[in-house]
């Protein structure tokens, strides 16, 4: 089994829909992260979170929330989808503890708001 | 702003040659940086890592050196077999504390057979 597993694979949804990614770890990891990748631009923070009671903002959060439901549960919510969200969105994970400061991605969600 | 960048945004080696992947940044601050493979359909993967108080670290076929004074970070794969083929990404921590990751927006490398 993966060390970090999204789910869905892949996702079509119509415009204002509400659509909630999920992620899930098995590393023990105290850090998740949702990512979202677009042609030419790189991967971009959405949220982070640090621990359970800690949710934060990232650089390109509008539109966008997030759930930590557990250490190892971190799901991210599309309220209202609209079209240029359509995108892959990258959970990530990582455990200051380890003194390793990189991530461990899951495969990804590919996303399309038709 | 800041940034983390990348010289050229394609690659293509001969299989059996040796790979070097370039990348710019621009905040003098940053603490640590590492390099990901992202192969096709997939999550990138780590790679290597080194922090700002070194200028060179190797790993299995791989180089990361980091020259401060230019602030330029660059990869080289020794041998690259078709397996290599990938993007790559360049990422950057500025601060422990905080620990986001900042990435550079990829070189797509392609092996020549």
């Known amino acids: 089994d993966a060390d970090v597993t999204q789910t869905p694979r892949n996702r079509i949804t119509k415009t204002g829909k509400r659509i909630m990614l999920e992620c899930s770890q098995t590393k023990g990891h105290d850090r998740m992260y949702w990512y979202r990748q677009d042609p030419g631009l790189g991967l971009r923070l959405i949220y982070y979170s640090f621990d359970v009671k800690d949710i934060n903002k990232g650089e390109i959060s509008d539109g966008y929330s997030v759930s930590r439901q557990a250490q190892a549960k971190f799901s991210l919510s599309l309220e209202s989808a609209i079209p240029n969200q359509t995108a892959l969105y990258f959970c990530?994970?990582?455990?200051?503890?380890?003194?390793?400061?990189?991530?461990?991605f899951g495969s990804g969600t590919r996303l399309t708001v038709v | 702003g800041e940034s983390v960048g990348l010289h050229l945004p394609t690659l293509s080696v001969q299989e059996g040659d040796n790979s070097i992947i370039n990348c710019a940044y621009s905040n003098s601050a940053s603490d640590y940086f590492i390099w990901y493979k992202q192969e096709s359909g997939k999550g990138p993967q780590f790679i290597i890592d080194i922090r700002s108080n070194m200028d060179k670290r190797q790993g299995q076929r791989v180089t990361v050196l980091l020259n401060k004074t230019v602030k330029h970070l660059s990869l080289q794969i020794a041998a690259t077999q078709p397996g290599d083929s990938a993007v790559y990404f360049c990422?950057?921590?500025?601060?422990?504390?905080?620990?986001?990751?900042?990435f550079g927006t990829g070189t797509r490398l392609t092996i020549i057979p």
């Open positions: 990422a950057e921590i500025v601060g422990f504390g905080n620990e986001k990751l900042t």
């Open positions: 990530a994970t990582s455990d200051r503890a380890t003194g390793h400061y990189g991530y461990t």
